[in-house]
């Protein structure tokens, strides 16, 4: 069962007729003006049917982003664009009135198109500067206008909003139009390209579409009459180039929301959908709470009381959600904080549906709250394991040199010096003799304490690391062993390495003990995050892993550190040893 809301699921039934009237309405509007337009100026036709094919557009995509987001702005101001465009053409359909309307409104759709671009996704303005080029881009096309109707001369009944024939000031009035709405476009394209740096590589996937061409666009119309003309077009063509250029913009829109950037939320009622179902294989609660809001990077964090710290579902411990471009709306039951949805401020720059959808799913969260804060127990109480055991490597690391660099070397400086007595030819007989066993003894002595301090952790692991110390190991066996290692040392923790070396020592020891084998083969090798340490004999097999033995042990301090232990010893065919230890940096 899929809760992705249909039209008629997610857009309330009201707002559902009153978009496809409006549909209806644009679309009758365009026709009628069409029929005016063949009858008035046929020689026009073909170029006011592009333009009304361009407003149907804008119109469609907006009413689609509507019906999708209704509580988004952003699908009313492109359908306005739409609109804007249909009745800034309709100088041609023979009416005065309609004629005077389209003088006065025939930069609109610039000023419409420049707002669509800075309000794009949230349908608000989300910052000052877009506040303030958006400003000048309707006050460039509205009162800057004024000019270019009130002082062209038009012959009657067209000139109902003539003042003065005045050629001096239309021109003027028109260079100061042409400046502003250059500096405007400019503008325009440095805050969509600056706004394109800063997005992260999910967002910047959304609003590339949109922007990137609408930066082409917005770039192109202050030129595109000069340059056309210099490439040898006729002036007629500018305007239809302009338009096709403009109809690019819902095109890109449109890329934009199949790439996620402008998902259906319709009513919160979807998540009401997915918390009735039943089916096993409905979608995670945040994949529901990401369609429904329409917010692909949406995230649900859980509150853990007892840690005053968000957690993720897997128990993991979440960064402090909120940021600059982030918001948080925190989720309450019966008074208690139980969660919290971070969501992005961009795209949802109202947090009513954000707040909304979480009292929705309040109980679902409180619910999947209790599990999160369980693993997240798991997760503590694995690391505090972890700690023990990299705590206790690192004591054994700091006795092994103590003992080495210290007992031992004192050792052998008292076994040299018994020596040098023994050697002495003044010395008597019987203090030579004396000496000699002082010398063997202490000879035994250190051999002993270089045989604890091997056991405690080999020299050879804390001074060359893993691969030297296991080459050692396999070079003293007395049954022929072959060595694969893939893997460099400088890449390992202390910790990883000496649970590695263990693993091969024992599971080594164990194979000379008891399988009687007549080959051995000891691998190390890098998989991705993780070091596979192989431990295979060809002896009689049967192995199993007993409580209290050295690879019972083994198994869990494997398992301490994220790794687990495998061993596979089927009769007479060999045993087994695999490890895998998480090392990734």
Same mark, same amino acid.
């Given at each position: 069962?899929?809760?992705?809301?249909?039209?008629?699921?997610?857009?309330?039934?009201?707002?559902?007729?009153?978009?496809? @009237?409006?549909?209806?309405?644009?679309?009758?509007?365009?026709?009628?003006?069409?029929?005016?337009?063949?009858?008035?100026?046929?020689?026009?036709?073909?170029?006011?049917?592009?333009?009304?094919?361009?407003?149907?557009?804008?119109?469609?995509?907006?009413?689609?982003?509507?019906?999708?987001?209704?509580?988004? =702005?952003?699908?009313?101001?492109?359908?306005? !664009?739409? *609109?804007?465009?249909?009745?800034?053409?309709?100088?041609?359909?023979?009416?005065?009135?309609?004629?005077?309307?389209?003088?006065?409104?025939?930069?609109?759709?610039?000023?419409?198109?420049?707002?669509?671009?800075?309000?794009?996704?949230?349908?608000?303005?989300?910052?000052?500067?877009?506040?303030?080029?958006?400003?000048?881009?309707?006050?460039?096309?509205?009162?800057?206008?004024?000019?270019?109707?009130?002082?062209?001369?038009?012959?009657?009944?067209?000139?109902?909003?003539?003042?003065?024939? +005045?050629?001096?000031?239309?021109?003027?009035?028109? *260079?100061?139009?042409?400046?502003?709405?250059?500096?405007?476009?400019?503008?325009?394209?440095?805050?969509?390209?600056?706004?394109?740096?800063? !997005?992260?590589?999910?967002?910047?996937?959304?609003?590339?579409?949109?922007?990137?061409?609408?930066?082409?666009?917005?770039?192109?119309?202050?030129?595109?009459?000069?340059?056309?003309?210099?490439?040898?077009?006729?002036?007629?063509?500018?305007?239809?180039?302009?338009?096709?250029?403009?109809?690019?913009?819902?095109?890109?829109?449109? *890329?934009?929301?199949?790439?996620?950037?402008?998902?259906?939320?319709?009513?919160?009622?979807?998540?009401?959908?997915?918390?009735?179902?039943?089916?096993?294989?409905?979608?995670?609660?945040?994949?529901?709470?990401?369609?429904?809001?329409?917010? $692909?990077?949406?995230?649900?964090?859980?509150?853990?009381?007892?840690?005053?710290?968000?957690?993720?579902?897997?128990?993991?411990?979440?960064?402090?959600?909120?940021?600059?471009?982030?918001?948080?709306?925190?989720?309450?039951?019966?008074?208690?904080?139980?969660?919290?949805?971070?969501?992005?401020?961009?795209?949802?720059?109202?947090?009513?549906?954000?707040?909304?959808?979480?009292?929705?799913?309040?109980?679902?969260?409180?619910?999947?709250?209790?599990?999160?804060?369980?693993?997240?127990?798991?997760?503590?109480?694995?690391?505090?394991?972890? =700690?023990?055991?990299?705590?206790? $490597?690192?004591?054994?690391?700091?006795?092994?040199?103590?003992?080495?660099?210290?007992?031992?070397?004192?050792?052998?400086?008292?076994?040299?010096?018994? @020596?040098?007595? !023994?050697?002495?030819?003044?010395?008597?007989?019987?203090?030579?003799?004396?000496?000699? !066993?002082?010398?063997?003894?202490?000879?035994?002595?250190?051999?002993?304490?270089?045989?604890?301090?091997?056991?405690?952790?080999?020299?050879?692991?804390?001074?060359?690391?893993?691969?030297?110390?296991?080459? $050692?190991?396999?070079?003293?066996?007395?049954?022929?062993?072959?060595?694969?290692?893939?893997?460099?040392?400088? $890449?390992?923790?202390?910790?990883?390495?000496?649970?590695?070396?263990?693993?091969?020592?024992?599971?080594?020891?164990?194979?000379?003990?008891?399988?009687?084998?007549?080959?051995?083969?000891?691998?190390?090798?890098?998989?991705?995050?993780?070091?596979?340490?192989?431990?295979?004999?060809?002896?009689?097999?049967?192995?199993?892993?007993?409580?209290?033995?050295?690879?019972?042990?083994?198994?869990?301090?494997?398992?301490?550190?994220?790794?687990?232990?495998?061993?596979?010893?089927?009769?007479?065919?060999?045993? +087994?040893?695999?490890?895998?230890?998480?090392?990734?940096?």
């Amino acid at each position: 069962m899929s809760v992705a809301p249909t039209w008629s699921s997610a857009t309330p039934r009201p707002l559902r007729l009153a978009l496809i @009237q409006l549909g209806v309405t644009t679309g009758l509007l365009g026709v009628i003006l069409i029929v005016l337009v063949s009858a008035a100026s046929p020689a026009l036709l073909w170029a006011f049917v592009l333009n009304v094919l361009v407003g149907w557009l804008y119109v469609a995509a907006g009413l689609l982003a509507w019906s999708r987001r209704p509580a988004n =702005r952003f699908g009313f101001l492109i359908v306005g !664009a739409g *609109l804007s465009i249909l009745v800034a053409g309709m100088q041609p359909t023979g009416f005065p009135v309609l004629a005077a309307i389209s003088a006065v409104t025939a930069t609109v759709p610039l000023a419409v198109l420049v707002h669509v671009l800075h309000a794009y996704p949230s349908g608000r303005l989300a910052s000052r500067g877009s506040r303030v080029v958006v400003a000048g881009g309707w006050v460039t096309c509205l009162v800057l206008q004024l000019p270019l109707y009130l002082f062209a001369a038009q012959p009657p009944p067209y000139d109902l909003l003539l003042v003065a024939d +005045r050629p001096d000031l239309l021109a003027l009035g028109s *260079l100061v139009q042409a400046v502003a709405g250059a500096a405007v476009m400019v503008a325009t394209t440095v805050v969509l390209a600056h706004r394109l740096r800063r !997005a992260s590589r999910r967002r910047r996937r959304v609003l590339a579409p949109l922007y990137g061409y609408g930066i082409l666009v917005v770039l192109s119309i202050p030129i595109s009459s000069s340059l056309l003309t210099a490439v040898g077009l006729p002036p007629d063509w500018v305007f239809p180039i302009q338009l096709i250029a403009i109809a690019g913009v819902p095109v890109a829109f449109t *890329l934009a929301l199949l790439l996620g950037g402008f998902a259906r939320t319709g009513e919160i009622e979807a998540l009401g959908t997915w918390l009735s179902s039943a089916d096993p294989g409905r979608p995670p609660l945040t994949a529901a709470l990401a369609r429904a809001l329409g917010d $692909d990077s949406a995230e649900l964090v859980f509150w853990v009381p007892e840690r005053a710290e968000y957690v993720h579902a897997n128990g993991d411990v979440a960064a402090e959600p909120g940021g600059d471009d982030r918001g948080l709306a925190e989720i309450e039951r019966h008074g208690q904080r139980v969660g919290a949805i971070a969501y992005d401020r961009t795209l949802l720059a109202d947090p009513a549906p954000v707040h909304a959808a979480g009292r929705v799913i309040a109980i679902a969260v409180d619910h999947e709250r209790v599990t999160a804060e369980l693993r997240a127990s798991q997760q503590e109480l694995r690391r505090s394991r972890e =700690r023990i055991v990299r705590a206790g $490597d690192n004591e054994r690391r700091r006795i092994a040199r103590d003992l080495h660099d210290g007992l031992q070397v004192r050792l052998v400086l008292l076994a040299l010096q018994a @020596q040098e007595i !023994a050697d002495d030819p003044d010395t008597p007989p019987a203090v030579r003799d004396a000496g000699v !066993a002082l010398r063997l003894g202490v000879d035994g002595a250190a051999a002993e304490l270089r045989a604890l301090v091997h056991a405690v952790l080999p020299a050879a692991l804390i001074e060359r690391g893993l691969c030297a110390a296991t080459e $050692d190991l396999v070079d003293h066996l007395p049954v022929p062993t072959t060595l694969q290692m893939s893997v460099a040392g400088d $890449d390992l923790s202390p910790v990883v390495e000496s649970t590695a070396y263990f693993v091969v020592a024992e599971a080594l020891t164990n194979a000379l003990k008891h399988a009687r084998p007549s080959s051995l083969h000891v691998g190390l090798t890098r998989v991705g995050d993780h070091l596979r340490v192989e431990v295979l004999d060809d002896g009689i097999g049967g192995a199993h892993v007993r409580a209290g033995s050295g690879l019972g042990g083994l198994t869990d301090r494997v398992e301490t550190l994220g790794g687990r232990l495998l061993l596979i010893s089927p009769s007479d065919r060999g045993t +087994r040893v695999v490890a895998e230890l998480p090392c990734a940096s």
